[in-house]
Nanobody, 116 residues
Framework: QVQLVESGGGLVQPGGSLRLSCAASGFTFRAYAMNWYRQAPGKERELVAH????????DYADSMLGRIAISRDNAKNTVYLQMNSLKPEDTAVYYC?????????WGLGTQVTVSS
């Protein structure tokens, strides 16, 4: 069965860094674009980073541009999100998403809290 399992979230001070991971199984990983979304309390879920199946194209939300980097390892069926210079407003649940023309898979999310 399809699984997307996020890890790497936690509590970090403002200005700190985190690296999120999403381990995928149950589908042909390289055939799917991968995305990271986030949802803060009381707000809609927003796309923060996108990477194509081959990993040759990436895209970022303006709100985090310059502070994050998405990457993937198709041999390990894993996608990563490196986040630097974190701000309190980055506090949210971060979700991993796999998408192609037919399917749309989601993980359960990992909490990121930026606070002193």
């Amino acid at each position: 069965q399809v699984q997307l399992v996020e890890s790497g979230g936690g509590l970090v001070q403002p200005g700190g860094s985190l690296r999120l991971s999403c381990a995928a199984s149950g589908f042909t990983f390289r055939a799917y674009a991968m995305n990271w979304y986030r949802q803060a309390p009381g707000k809609e879920r927003e796309l923060v980073a996108h990477i194509t199946g081959a990993g040759d194209t990436v895209d970022y939300a303006d709100s985090m541009l310059g502070r994050i980097a998405i990457s993937r390892d198709n041999a390990k069926n894993t996608v990563y999100l490196q986040m630097n210079s974190l701000k309190p407003e980055d506090t949210a649940v971060y979700y991993c998403n796999a998408r192609n023309w037919v399917h749309d898979f989601w993980g359960l999310g990992t909490q990121v809290t930026v606070s002193s």
